[in-house]
């Protein structure tokens, strides 16, 4: 089982918690997703679509949700890189990234040189700041605005922060990826639902009761993460119940986990 197979798993299981549904045996499968089998032997298939807050319905993927996972790999090696220096066992940094340049590039050729010069310019800045826009006294906190000889750092960073703390392997070296909820767009929505919609007519059904389609927001970071209030959201849109119709899917829920927890039956519509 992959990676990606174990996170469907998990969502479905945490999904059906929600539901106060017990499952007899769950496995992963191919088109759809993952077959759960219910105690009375009947057969579910599920599909996942993990929904992000910032998706924009004319464009593919969620950029924050890219930018937190190129933010992630970056972070990775920054903590491989960190454990070099003893010197920087007690700093800790907050990073502001420029997100539109990011936005421009592909990001995974970036991600090592970026976390070097990260690394290499905290460590020869950390002690005697050098920085010609901001240094606070008695070194506590030091601010930067510009990376002389750090050419990555000059392009795709605005400013670092970096502190001292008296703790030894502080938290991780942070940045500012991160969101405040939006809540759903339904244009968005059911474009998603009429996408799966298309290609449910090639999945493989043999011997499967029920298909349902499971649009999951499980709060793994903020992006796919859902405010508390299911009744502020209107699933009686026109635009989500046109998507609906003529479905493949038997049932189609929306499922927000804890901490604000809640589920929809989406279609039927009730």
Known sequence: MNQQQEKEIG???????????????IKPGDKPDVIVKMFDNSLIGIEVREYFVDENPNKNGSPGQNLFGFWTKV?????????????LSNI????????????????NPIVKILASEIVSFVKNNSENAVSDTIIIPEWKERI???????????????????YKTCLCNPTKWN???????????????????KEKNY????YKLDGIDELWLLIASPHDNIFN?????????DFSNSNIQESCKCSKFDKIYFWSSSPHEWYKLIWPYK
Do not use: W
């Open 11 to 25: 969502i479905i299981k945490n999904f059906f918690k929600t539901l106060k549904l017990s499952i007899k045996q």
């Open 75 to 87: 972070q990775e090696n920054i903590e491989s890189l960190r454990t070099e220096y003893s010197e």
């Open 199 to 202: 290609k449910a007519q090639y």
């Open 175 to 193: 940045a500012n990826v991160n969101a405040s909820f939006i809540g759903i767009n339904y244009v968005q929505l059911a474009k998603i639902i």
């Open 144 to 162: 930067f605005r510009v990376f002389p000889n750090y050419p990555h750092m000059n392009k795709y960073v605005s400013q670092i922060d970096i």
């Open 225 to 233: 993460a859902m405010h508390p209030f299911p009744d502020q959201i």
């Open 92 to 107: 800790c940094t907050y990073i502001k990234l420029k997100k539109d340049e990011l936005k421009k590039v592909a990001t």
